[in-house]
């Protein structure tokens, strides 16, 4: 079955860096479009970045452009995002993401960015 593993959340100052990665199994990794997300308190799931499936197209949310970056490493079957210049208002519980007939969803990792 599909499983997607999220990993590399903690707590940072702001200005620091993190690098999330998320782990896929149980599905032909390479075929598909992978998605960040993140959930911040009291509000909605929003989009943050996604990545073609052979990793030369990327997109990002314009709260993220030139601070985050996602890529991936096919034959790990692993999506990453790096974060870097982290501010507060990027604390929120970060999700990836795959469709497959319907989306899938691993279980999250808290980013909280404070000093």
């Known amino acids: 079955q599909v499983q997607l593993v999220e990993s590399g959340g903690g707590l940072v100052q702001p200005g620091g860096s993190l690098r999330l990665s998320c782990a896929a199994s149980g599905f032909t990794f390479s075929s598909y479009v992978m998605r960040w997300y993140r959930q911040a308190p009291g509000k909605e799931r929003e989009l943050v970045a996604f990545i073609s499936s052979g990793g030369a197209g990327t997109n990002y949310a314009d709260s993220v452009k030139g601070r985050f970056t996602v890529s991936r490493d096919n034959a790990k079957k692993t999506v990453y995002l790096q974060m870097n210049m982290l501010k507060p208002e990027d604390t929120a519980v970060y999700y990836c993401?795959?469709?497959?007939?319907?989306?899938?969803w691993g279980q999250g990792t808290q980013v909280t960015v404070s000093s």
């Open positions: 993401n795959v469709n497959i007939l319907h989306g899938y």
